[in-house]
């Protein structure tokens, strides 16, 4: 049987929040709750900072909005041969 997962590329993700609203809209996801967020993370001593952005998400879909969202690529499916 084969499994499949999304992966994020932090190197792309830009923190724009599309997959989040995507997610939202598409799956009617009621005020307060969330299958996707962003975290924002910053790293360093000014001024040598570095920030990532991280989706994260329930990954229970399989034709997930959040993916055809991303305007960067950085969502993806992964089938382990990619």
Known sequence: MTHYAMVIDTRTCIGCTDCVDACRMENNV???L???W???ITKGK???LETEFRSER???CSNATCVTACPTGASQYW???N
Request: a negative charge.
């Open 30 to 32: 009621p005020e307060g």
């Open 34 to 36: 969330c299958y996707d």
């Open 38 to 40: 962003v975290v924002e």
């Open 46 to 48: 000014y001024p040598h």
């Open 58 to 60: 329930c990954n229970h």
């Open 79 to 81: 089938n382990g041969s």
